[in-house]
């Protein structure tokens, strides 16, 4: 089992629709959670992080924590062509949040269709 | 702004060369990281370096050594570069003095061994 998983996509909606992508984690002791989102040739940029459990907000994304089923997720709200990218969940575990190492996820491409 | 370069976006080196990728961060942060990926393959953490001189093995170190002589600076080294070393790799940095410590990644280098 793979320490991060992501649901593998791809993910396809329509332009205004809500994009949900899911990640689970195995490290109960995780303490740090981010998404990056990575155009296509270009380097991961971090977009939301999320250290509680709850909903945090930010525009049009809203990443969810739930540390007992140990699920994070990132939802985007009016879904844009420009939001299409692959999508990289990362979790720093309790062990690695010194180190400042993250685990990440293989990713979620998402295409966004006008 | 924060920033992490590269010293090189494409390269192109013949197999049994020496290849140097060279990273700098001005963030002043303790951690840097090489990374490898791969088209299905995801991140995969190359090796890691926490301090000065320091160095850490990540998940992929075969085929691969690593310098840091300056706080600033994270250099990755192929002793004998193979065509299973075509890749594109990533470096990134991150700070130990926070915990909710994200990684910031440097604009990547696409490596083609022939």
């Known amino acids: 089992q793979k320490e991060v998983e992501q649901n593998s996509g791809p993910l396809s909606v329509p332009e205004g629709a809500i994009a949900s992508l899911n990640c689970t984690y195995s490290d109960r002791g995780s303490q740090s959670f981010f998404w990056y989102r990575q155009y296509s040739g270009k380097s991961p940029e971090l977009i939301m992080s999320i250290y509680s459990n709850g909903d945090k907000e930010d525009g049009r994304f809203t990443a969810q924590l739930n540390k007992a089923s140990q699920y994070v997720s990132l939802l985007i709200r009016d879904s844009q062509p420009s939001d299409s990218a692959t999508y990289l969940c990362a979790v720093n575990s309790a062990e690695n949040t010194n180190a400042g190492k993250s685990t990440f996820g293989d990713g979620t491409t998402l295409t966004v269709k006008p | 702004d924060v920033k992490v370069t590269q010293s090189s976006r494409y390269l192109v080196k013949r197999t049994g060369e020496k290849v140097f990728l060279e990273c700098v961060q001005d963030?002043?942060?303790?951690?840097m990281f090489w990374y490898r990926q791969d088209p299905g393959l995801g991140l995969r953490l190359i090796y890691f370096s926490y301090d000065v001189k320091m160095k850490e093995k990540g998940d992929i170190p075969e085929g691969y050594s690593v310098s840091r002589e300056k706080k600033e600076r994270f250099s990755l080294i192929l002793e004998s570069a193979s065509t299973n070393q075509t890749s594109m790799y990533l470096c990134?940095?991150?700070?130990?003095?926070?915990?909710?410590?994200?990684?910031?990644f440097g604009p990547g280098t696409r490596l083609t061994v022939l």
């Open positions: 963030m002043d942060h303790e951690n």
């Open positions: 990134a940095s991150s700070s130990r003095r926070v915990i909710r410590n994200e990684q910031f």
